[in-house]
């Protein structure tokens, strides 16, 4: 009776809630400097699907503009590029930290203690993050 009321509880976790198809994690948004009209993002983005997804803009309604930038070294300096995707493989997950892929938000518009960042694939949304300023505070 005990290994049979295990083997339901493994099967039945094993049936559990689908995972998201895209996860944001350890999201930092750093607050425009005052004088400054640009911010930046960093964050890891795991794709859980089976195929490679790509990000081919982001929003947020309290920026004028958010961009995916990729820093590279070239002939010892750094230069900073706009992609036009962001391609997150299968089954994996992609860095967005200073000194590499990062988003650039631009021309904050009546920023406030939190922001909305929107991800789309092509014409379609596929993610909707909510980020709060407050938590970056409380360190």
């Not at 083997?7 to 607050?31: K, M, Q, W």
């Not at 631009?106 to 980020?131: A, H, K, M």
Request: proline share 6%; aromatic share 6%.
């Amino acid at each position: 009776m005990r290994s049979t009321l295990l083997l339901f509880i493994l099967l039945l976790s094993a049936c559990g809630a689908p995972e998201p198809p895209l996860v944001v994690n350890d999201l930092e948004i750093t607050r425009p400097m005052p004088g400054m009209q640009m911010s930046a993002g960093f964050f890891v983005i795991t794709n859980n699907t089976g195929e490679t997804a790509r990000i081919t803009k982001v929003t947020s309604p309290q920026f004028e503009a958010v961009e995916v930038h990729e820093t590279t070294i070239v002939d010892g300096v750094s230069r900073m590029r706009e992609l036009d995707a962001l391609e997150i493989p299968a089954r994996s997950s992609v860095v967005l930290e200073r000194g590499g892929k990062h988003l650039m938000l631009l021309r904050p518009r009546d920023l406030q203690d939190s922001i909305t960042l929107q991800f789309f694939n092509e014409d379609l949304p596929v993610l909707t993050i909510d980020y709060s300023f407050l938590k970056d505070e409380r360190k």
